[in-house]
């Protein structure tokens, strides 16, 4: 698989590195503003295919199939544990809001400037299913692509 | 058989128009329950402010469970697909 | 009768996929026809829950004072049902887009009335 010309390799550069943020930023409030796990997921996994199409031969030896499989797996394995973990009152029950631990503050009722500090279990599942998301698009990607043929 | 095709073509786009224009008027839901409790209550039980994050991940959480596993399904069967004997 | 564009966009959508799925024999072209059927669903589930002159279901910086919240949100459940119905329609489409190029490397043609043998 042949890579690109410089110019489309520099010009793809500046796309990557600020979309590769923004993804990790939708990510991370995705309890204060509109977003979440699979949007913040799609968008990072948008990114990697542009790096997938741009830098073929170093992107082939740092995408490879079994890491993204393991990841994908491990996510998928720790949302079902965080769900498993309130199982004191009820399968998915949120057992860090409103409580002393890490993400437990309590939030006033009415429109407030948000604090990252809140929503109990939902950040953490949100990243779970994000690390998920992208790494299972990533996979949908590479497969395709390597399933095409080598056309010269 | 073309005819046929053709004909059931256009009575179900004008079906699909009719009931377009015959809907609720666009802007004025009907009156819900669950939607009131969800606004009013989730930043008291979930400690969250997006009121939709809350519904996805706290209220109906089984939904995304099987959300997730149609996702991982689909790209597992996706892979073995693509394995066949390369010769 | 114009206010009510919103469904009839959803109505044109269904229709245009329909009418892939019916006329159409190339097998690329029936998927893209499922995946616009699959946008027309998603958009009707959007556009049920609006209400008129309303803000997003989010309490962070909302421009509204505590006491009418309730009557200036817009629903929220339907949007959180849409979420999941995005990411079912994407993954039957990266199947159906799977079984296209499996067809056409093991029967070399990608006509959907050609292929009707069961044994490859």
Request: proline letters at 3%.
């Amino acid at each position: 698989m042949n890579g690109s010309s410089v110019i489309v390799k520099v010009v793809s550069l500046a796309i990557i590195l600020p979309a590769l943020t923004f993804g990790l930023y939708i990510i991370a409030h995705g309890h204060l503003t509109p977003g979440g796990g699979f949007q913040g997921g799609a968008i990072i996994a948008s990114a990697l295919a542009i790096f997938l199409v741009a830098f073929a031969k170093q992107a082939s030896k740092t995408l490879r199939k079994n890491l993204l499989s393991a990841l994908e797996c491990l996510a998928l394995l720790g949302f079902i544990g965080l769900s498993f973990l309130g199982l004191g009152k009820s399968f998915f029950f949120n057992f860090l809001a409103n409580s002393g631990l890490i993400f437990g503050q309590a939030v006033p009722f009415g429109p407030n400037p948000g604090f990252i500090n809140t929503a109990g279990v939902i950040p953490l599942m949100n990243f779970f299913v994000g690390l998920e998301v992208s790494c299972a698009l990533t996979i949908i990607v590479l497969t395709m692509l390597k399933a095409g043929g080598d056309k010269k | 058989m073309k005819l046929a095709k053709i004909a059931f073509f256009l009575i179900f786009t004008y079906f699909l128009l009719a009931c377009a224009l015959l809907l609720r008027p666009f802007g004025k839901p009907a009156v819900s329950d669950m939607d009131e409790y969800f606004i009013l209550n989730a930043q008291r039980e979930a400690a969250s402010n997006n009121v939709v994050a809350s519904i996805v991940f706290d209220y109906r959480g089984l939904d995304t469970l099987g959300e997730a596993t149609v996702l991982f399904a689909a790209v597992s069967s996706i892979v073995l697909l693509f394995r066949g004997a390369p010769k | 009768m114009i206010e009510n564009i919103h469904f009839i966009a959803v109505a044109l959508l269904i229709a245009l996929g329909i009418y892939t799925l019916i006329f159409k024999r190339n097998l690329i072209k029936i998927a893209m026809g499922i995946s616009i059927l699959a946008s027309g669903i998603n958009l009707f589930l959007i556009s049920l829950g609006y209400r008129a002159q309303g803000i997003a279901p989010i309490f962070t910086n909302a421009a509204i004072a505590a006491s009418e919240v309730q009557a200036k949100m817009v629903l929220p459940a339907p949007q959180a049902l849409t979420l999941t119905s995005i990411v079912i329609s994407l993954a039957v489409t990266a199947l159906m887009l799977s079984f296209a190029i499996i067809i056409y490397q093991k029967t070399g043609s990608l006509d959907a009335t050609k292929s009707r043998r069961l044994k490859g």
